[in-house]
């Protein structure tokens, strides 16, 4: 067993990140710093690579590594220190993981401070940012000070997808080192599942399908309610025969998004809201009653404000995997159309596909894929969903 089991596919990064972990650990049992190979180990690191491929996966892989305790290889993946890291449960490892759509100042702020501390348990004190690109101007501002000078034993994570690396400022990661990963492929994503106790044809459907996304292919595996809404999304692109159809399929799409959402948050939502009421003391009675309601208000509002931002990010998020599908749909099409031997994507869907691809020019087939393409970056640019996804599927109708 290792750290390193559930990074798949990256071996060259998997190497450079066992020479670092071996590093930190020869600083630290050596501040001096005399037996360090220069340039192995940096206080900060920016993981980039497209959408499943594992920026924070590796990230806490690397972290569990700097904060292991077993002798002999970093990342043993046994001892407390690995498994508390693992597990999200160690003293010295903070993650900032945005629940809405960015990660606000204030949140930095005290991350960063927290980070300026010595260890408590562990060899080091790490700051884990998931979704880098969310951080607002003020927030890079203030984790770039920490970054320009870090505290001696303080290492920084970002995470951030490669395919917009503009998002994270241009000063924060002229300081970092970039290791760039890439979309495993579906052998290994196979691999993992089939180790997991998913048999082989279901392990290599779920690969395909995910597209090289772990997260996904698992998700597909083990949720039936993500299957059907996979299979409803795949069942579009050849039903767009009609101005009406295409309209309907837009409103499919959108309302499913809404309803994913909604049933991911409203529980989370009512829990959080009675919490926070509790612990300002709502309902109480007696001698400053009345003030501690003025301030449970003002708390709940703010409370209210973070829950909507998530209920947001959550519907986009569903989007955002109903329009992967389709772009693999249509590439499946292209792939048709060319004669070309290369696996496809959607193999269940292998039917639709040819009906589409003998109805559509290898032109009007990049057009679709350009359309699909186009409403995920409008979607990126807050442009309202409906107003986005309609124009897509106007675009989307069959000949």
Known sequence: MSVWDDVVGQEPSIAVLRDAA???????DDPSGRGVKPGALTHAWLFTGPPGSGRSVAARAFAAALQCVQ??????????????????????VHA??????????????????????????????VVLIEDADRLTEQASNALLKAVEEPPARTVFLLC????????????????????????????????????????????????AAGQGHVGRSRRLVRDLEARERRAAVLAIPASLTSLQACVDAADHLVRAAEDEAAARTIELNAGETEALQTALGAGGTGKGAAATGRGVTGAVRELERRQKSRATRTQRDALDRALVDLAA????????????????????????????????????????????????EALELNVKPRIAVEAMAATLRLP
Do not use: K
């Open 22 to 28: 071996r590093a930190a650990r020869e600083l630290h």
């Open 71 to 92: 002798d002999g290889e970093p990342g043993c993946g046994e001892c407390s220190g690995c498994h508390t890291t693992l597990t999200r449960s160690h003293p010295d």
């Open 96 to 125: 900032v993981v945005p629940e809405g759509l960015s990660i606000s100042v204030a949140e930095m702020r005290s991350v960063v401070a927290t980070a300026a501390r010595l260890p408590a348990l562990g060899r080091w004190q």
């Open 160 to 207: 951030a997808p490669s395919t917009h690396p503009d998002d994270v400022s241009v000063t924060i990661r002229s300081r970092c080192r970039l290791m760039s990963l890439r979309i495993p492929p579906a052998d290994a994503v196979a691999g993992i599942l089939q180790r997991a106790g998913v048999d082989a044809d279901t392990a290599r459907w779920a690969a």
């Open 329 to 376: 749909f249509y590439r499946d099409v292209l792939l048709v159309q060319a004669g070309s031997g290369v696996a496809p994507a959607h193999p269940d869907f292998v039917d639709d596909v040819r009906s589409v691809a003998g109805r559509l020019a290898q032109t009007g087939t990049l057009q679709r894929l350009d359309a699909v393409l186009a409403c995920r």
